[in-house]
Antibody, heavy 112, light 107 residues
Framework: QVQLKESGPGLVQTSQTLSLTCTVS????????VSWVRQPPGKGLEWMGR???????YYNSALKSRLSISRDTSKSQVFLKMNSLQTEDTAIYYC??????WGQGTLVTVSS | DIQMTQSPASLSASLGETVTIECRAS??????LAWYQQKPGKSPQLLIY???SLHTGVPSRFSGSGSGTQYSLKINSLQSEDVASYFC?????????FGGGTKLELK
C-alpha cells in the first residue's frame, strides 16, 4: 500500500538549515509527484513545493529563495532543504503524494 | 500567485444540519480545487477533487460544487464525526495555494 514517512531533526537552531527526508513505499517516484506541505501549530496549511515524476520542481513564491526539493529514486526518498530558518518556520512538515496520500508529519521546532 | 479566500473561518452547527463552506479564488481556477478534512493531531484527508468529485470512501453527505472563482463544500446531515477543520486547495496553477481553513464545531 502507499505510504509516506517524514524524518528529520525535531529541533533546529535559528539561521540553520533544515533537512527532511520523505521515504515512500508502494509506488515509484518516477511515476508520481510528491509535495511538501507545512502547518504551524494551530494554524492553516501552507504548500511548500513539489517534485514531479520527471524531476521538475515548483516552489512556493515566498519560500523559493531558501527552499530546495530533490530526490533519490533508487532509495524512494524525497528531500527538503530549507536554509536561514526562523522561529516562524516551526511547523509540522508533511510530504504528500498528491492529493490523496499524506505522511504522518514531523514536527520541527526552530529555536535559538 | 492565486489567492484562496475561505469562509467562514469558524462555524458552529447542530447535528443533522446542512453546512456550507465557501472558497473564492482570485482568478479562474477551472475546477482545479480540492477539499480536505483535518481532525486534531491527524494528517489532512482528501474529501473532494476536481471541485466536485468525491474521493473514494468519503461519505456521500459531502459534496463539492462551483466553477470559475467560486467553490463550495456542502455537508448534509452533519454528524459528530464531521467536527474538524476543512481546507480548500487550488492546484490549477503553481504555486499551489490553500484557503485559510474553516473550523467546524457542534452547537
Amino acid at each position: 500500500q502507499v505510504q509516506l514517512k517524514e524524518s528529520g531533526p525535531g529541533l533546529v537552531q535559528t539561521s540553520q538549515t533544515l533537512s527532511l527526508t520523505c521515504t515512500v513505499s508502494g509506488f515509484s517516484l518516477t511515476s508520481y509527484h510528491v509535495s511538501w506541505v507545512r502547518q504551524p501549530p494551530g494554524k492553516g496549511l501552507e504548500w511548500m513545493g513539489r517534485i514531479q515524476s520527471g524531476g521538475s520542481t515548483y516552489y512556493n513564491s515566498a519560500l523559493k529563495s531558501r527552499l530546495s526539493i530533490s530526490r533519490d529514486t533508487s532509495k524512494s526518498q524525497v528531500f527538503l532543504k530549507m536554509n536561514s530558518l526562523q522561529t516562524e518556520d516551526t511547523a509540522i512538515y508533511y510530504c504528500t503524494r498528491d492529493p490523496a496520500y499524506w505522511g504522518q508529519g514531523t514536527l520541527v521546532t526552530v529555536s535559538s | 500567485d492565486i489567492q484562496m479566500t475561505q469562509s467562514p473561518a469558524s462555524l458552529s452547527a447542530s447535528l443533522g444540519e446542512t453546512v456550507t463552506i465557501e472558497c473564492r479564488a482570485s482568478e479562474d481556477i477551472y475546477n482545479g480545487l480540492a477539499w480536505y478534512q483535518q481532525k486534531p493531531g491527524k494528517s489532512p484527508q482528501l474529501l473532494i477533487y476536481n471541485a466536485n468529485s468525491l474521493h473514494t470512501g468519503v461519505p456521500s453527505r459531502f459534496s463539492g460544487s462551483g466553477s470559475g472563482t467560486q467553490y463550495s463544500l456542502k455537508i448534509n446531515s452533519l454528524q459528530s464525526e464531521d467536527v474538524a477543520s476543512y481546507f480548500c486547495q487550488q492546484y490549477y496553477d503553481y504555486p499551489w495555494t490553500f484557503g485559510g481553513g474553516t473550523k467546524l464545531e457542534l452547537k
